[in-house]
């Protein structure tokens, strides 16, 4: 082994925890981050000018939030930090690299994934009217611009992410027009023995909840959009209740998502082994339990391998950290490793409370129309996927992208991949895992011809 | 074991071994066409999508223009018309020793009729305004064009399995040899018995034609390509350089999808595009391209095409046993010329000849040079 030089891609709870666990051991991690400011995405820091006391914009996180931050700016001299910097591919031991927009190759002898992840989307009719938003897009406009997606917003979809938006929305003066929540009522209730061992977060959700109804905003639960309706942009969401009935509500602005997926597209380029995960319903890199990956060398760490939530983020940054540590024969103590491993499987259980929870709903793909758009870069519907599965037969999703262009446009499938799985895997009749997984290509997001010049 | 028995077994979906089962399925052979991926995953489906004539080598012309009276066709023949336009196609020069060699090789090629068109100075100019000031002329094959290779090799095993032919994909052959007068092929869960056999399995194809003692000089390349998001139309025609480095389209969407310099293997058959023919690729396109500059690239992707050092590919009967036929090594024209391969093919198995010229894509031409280098030495 020549110079040591770990690069952890990725400054959100999980990647910083790692940098710190690494410096403490005496390394200078390089730690390459796509954002201008470190934080990830739950932590993300406003521009300075924007800057606002960490109550407004972390709520009840906002310790946790600083904590991270604090750490980070304390370890800032002591690391080679490169922010605003996309890792769009990788190639004989370099990353290719995209720095204010212009290109630059990283050499690593090791690596940490901490790539996080995005909001999961679904289609529905209307989606892609201006006004309609992921609840991760109308949460990062909120935190990072101060600003929100309309005067008037529908919360819609499933997962934590529902009520802490919309409770922040609330809390910034806007006006929520309804929160509804695609899964039951009783899910939650029944998923409650699994939460208790983290009972904090239960009660926010239950706090956040309490807030919104106190307020008199609409809740409703096992619900289905219908439609986003408008003729410039959003002026109502149609939806179903859970007894079939078609309801509207007006609002201007729509914020959906069902819960998170991960990032995986650079462990896929490294070559890491993947398997299906039922429960994330997605491929995921695969881990030995202490946060290396199937590739010497390289280690995983936070939502980017399976949505587990920042505060086990935190500790697999740090878990990946000491793998990468042990592996270069540096002294680690077991009995903290052990330890961290016993905690992050106790979020295990916890993730499984919290899909029961917000379970994923999983007839989707059963009545969508044939002119629905699924691939919005490339304007294909759900009739053209359709076809290519009863007229040509496609069953497998590299294929469909091939054959259709479903994913071939600018997202590369991150927006449209799980769409395009799930309606597959239903229209093929066979299993999600049986579909198989959208191969990563470079450049993981679009990199422009003259960069920054 | 599925046993299956066919008049002809065909290894590799792609293009060629597509187009070769359609057509010996409109003869009336019956047909098993064995893929050990998906048809048209592979060189045929990932390549750049030209379909020029331009170009082309004197010995490959009149192939080419069997497949040019093929291309207008496709909507009949396969069901779909895959994209494919007569935009014409532009070779650029960029020096008088550019335009000199463009000239000399639209002499050659006058008597086969590509109708090539040599343009300068200002009628260059006037004809193609968007192009950046690098390029001084440039000659024209106005009926050249481009197509979707995603959609058009894969179409083409589609046709043949409506015609009747038996397409297997994810089969992987084994094994194959000739017992009794007749081919054994052994692959993933089946064996097929034949009395013909094409050898269609592209950058694949030579250790199949090593099986049957005829070593051919084929290499792996892979053609670095990337696509950009939708931009305003500002060209219509395929675009490639004299001297080679870069060559463009842009499709009916607005995608700019340009190809140059070579990726890298990552794998037994896995191949990555390289980072610096990727940055290479940018600088030049966007010097051809001003149109270009505020772009961004959404894909890149290379493939594994078989290349040989004459640039000519094996097309013919075996020179060790009956009833073998190859077809692969293309060098990059097999896109264009896959659809009359087939055909070829397809004769070559009925009538034992062709129409076509096809002395120079004998494989017999190794074992000569292997022999006259060994006397040599």
Redesign the interface.
């Known amino acids: 082994m020549s110079e040591i030089r770990p690069v952890i891609i990725g400054a959100g709870p999980a990647g910083i925890r790692a940098a710190e666990t690494l410096v403490a051991a005496g390394l200078r991690p390089v730690v390459v981050d796509e954002a201008f400011r470190f934080g990830g995405q739950i932590y993300r820091q406003p521009p300075q000018a924007l800057q606002r006391p960490g109550k407004a914009l972390y709520g009840f996180e906002a310790s946790k939030a600083s904590a991270v931050h604090q750490t980070m700016e304390a370890l800032l001299p002591q690391i080679d930090y490169r922010p605003n910097t996309l890792v769009w591919?990788t190639?004989?031991g370099?990353l290719?690299l995209l720095t204010a927009g212009q290109?630059d190759?990283l050499p690593y002898s090791h690596l940490i994934l901490a790539t996080g992840a995005t909001d999961r989307v679904l289609p529905f009719p209307g989606w892609t009217l201006p006004g309609v938003y992921t609840l991760g897009g109308a949460q990062v406009s909120l935190k990072f611009q101060a600003s929100v997606i309309g005067p008037r917003v529908a919360f819609i979809g499933t997962g934590p992410l529902l009520y802490l938006v919309a409770y922040q929305y609330l809390k910034a003066g806007a006006d929520v027009a309804a929160v509804l929540d695609t899964a039951p009522f009783t899910g939650k209730l029944k998923a409650l023995p699994k939460l208790l061992g983290h009972l904090g977060t239960f009660a926010k959700g239950l706090y956040y909840m309490g807030v919104l109804a106190a307020r008199g905003v609409t809740i409703r639960f096992g619900v289905r959009p219908l439609q986003a309706a408008g003729t410039e942009r959003v002026e109502a969401l149609y939806w179903r209740d859970r007894r079939g009935r078609q309801q509207k509500v007006a609002c201007d602005a729509i914020a959906w998502g069902l819960a998170l997926r991960s990032e995986t597209q650079l462990a896929d380029?490294l070559?890491c082994r993947f398997e299906f995960d039922s429960l994330n319903r997605n491929w995921l890199p695969t881990s030995d339990g202490f946060g290396r990956s199937s590739l010497a060398g390289v280690y995983l760490a936070g939502d980017g391998a399976g949505i587990k939530g920042a505060d086990a983020a935190e500790l697999a940054g740090k878990r990946a950290a000491l793998a990468l540590l042990a592996d270069l024969h540096y002294p680690v103590d077991q009995d903290e490793v052990l330890g961290l491993k016993h905690k992050l499987d106790s979020f295990a259980g916890f993730r499984e409370g919290l899909e029961q929870s917000f379970p994923f709903p999983q007839d989707w793909a059963k009545d969508l129309p044939d002119d629905l758009i699924l691939c919005r870069c490339?304007e294909i519907t759900v009739g053209e996927l359709r076809q290519a599965v009863h007229q040509?037969g496609v069953r497998?999703i590299n294929?469909l992208k091939?054959?259709t262009r479903i994913g071939?446009?600018?997202c590369?499938g991150r927006i449209c991949g799980t769409a395009a799985a799930e309606c597959l895997a239903r229209e093929s009749g066979q299993t999600l895992a049986a579909v198989g997984r959208l191969r990563a290509?470079?450049?993981i997001k679009?990199?422009?011809?003259?960069g920054g010049q | 074991m599925e046993q299956l028995t066919s008049d002809v077994a065909i290894i590799g979906g792609g293009i060629v071994g597509g187009s070769a089962a359609l057509a010996l399925r409109k003869m009336g052979y019956s047909v098993v066409l064995l893929e050990r991926r998906w048809c048209g995953a592979e060189a045929s489906g990932v390549n750049y999508g030209g379909v020029r004539r331009q170009g082309r080598s004197k010995d490959q012309l009149p192939l080419a223009q069997r497949s040019h009276q093929i291309w207008p066709r496709l909507k009949d023949l396969i069901g779909i018309d895959g994209e494919y336009v007569r935009s014409g196609h532009l070779k650029l020069a960029r020096s008088e020793a550019d335009l000199a060699s463009l000239e000399a090789y639209a002499e050659m090629a006058a008597p086969f009729g590509l109708g090539l068109e040599i343009l300068s100075g200002n009628r260059f100019r006037d004809r193609f305004p968007g192009l950046g000031n690098s390029a001084i002329g440039g000659s024209l094959c106005p009926e050249d064009g481009h197509a979707n290779p995603r959609l058009v090799s894969a179409a083409f095993a589609r046709a043949a399995a409506r015609a009747g032919a038996e397409i297997r994909e994810n089969t992987e052959v084994s094994s194959a040899r000739q017992d009794g007068g007749r081919f054994q092929i052994t692959a993933t869960n089946l064996t097929v018995s034949s009395k013909f056999l094409l050898n269609c399995a592209g950058a694949w194809a030579g250790s199949f034609a090593a099986g049957f003692g005829e070593i051919v000089p084929m290499q792996r390349i892979h053609p670095n390509m990337l696509v950009t998001e939708p931009v305003a139309r500002f060209m219509d025609v395929n675009i490639g350089v004299e001297g080679g480095g870069v060559y463009g389209r842009q499709v009916s969407r607005g995608n700019v999808v340009l190809g140059g310099g070579r990726g890298i293997a990552v794998g037994p058959d896995q191949t990555r595009p390289a980072y610096e023919s990727t940055l290479r690729l940018m600088a030049q396109a966007v010097e051809l391209f001003p149109q270009l500059r505020h772009a961004q690239v959404i894909r890149t992707w290379t493939g594994i095409e078989g290349d040989i050092p004459d640039h000519n590919p094996v097309i013919g009967f075996s020179r060790t046993t009956p009833n073998l036929l190859h077809a692969f090594g293309f060098c990059g024209a097999g896109f264009q010329t896959g659809p009359a391969v087939g055909e070829v093919l397809a004769e070559l198995v009925r009538d034992g000849t062709t129409d076509i010229p096809i002395d120079a894509f004998d494989i017999g031409r190794f074992a000569r040079s292997v022999a006259r280098a060994s006397v040599m030495g």
């Not at chain 1, 679009?446 to 003259?450: A, C, G, H, K, Q």
Request: net charge negative; proline share 19%; aromatic share 4%.
């Open positions: 591919g190639e004989g370099s290719n290109p190759r380029l070559g490339e040509d497998e294929r091939a054959l071939m446009g600018r590369q290509q470079p450049p679009p990199i422009p011809f003259m």
